[in-house]
């Protein structure tokens, strides 16, 4: 049976995540050749301040593009906290 595993921050709600696990499961029937019935998607909410980029911990950090790819302070918002 395939898993799919969509691991995402804190927050959206349960409406969005539908939305989320929908499309997940629709790619998969439509690029993977499934069955709807042999899918099974899990949904992780990951809460930030568990995690680090770049040897700094994400509660403290934006994790914009300035933690992930080097982007410009300019270019980047606060993340919400926790």
Sequence with gaps: ????TIQIWEGPDRQRKQKLIE??????I???GLKPEEIY???QDL??????IKEVYSSEDALTCATVC??????TSPAPSN
Excluded: D
């Design 41 to 43: 998607i899990v949904v």
């Design 23 to 28: 499309a997940v499961r629709q790619a998969m």
């Design 70 to 75: 080097g982007c410009t302070s300019s270019e």
């Design 1 to 4: 049976m395939p898993l799919a």
């Design 47 to 52: 809460a930030r301040h568990n995690y680090t």
């Design 30 to 32: 439509t690029y993977g």
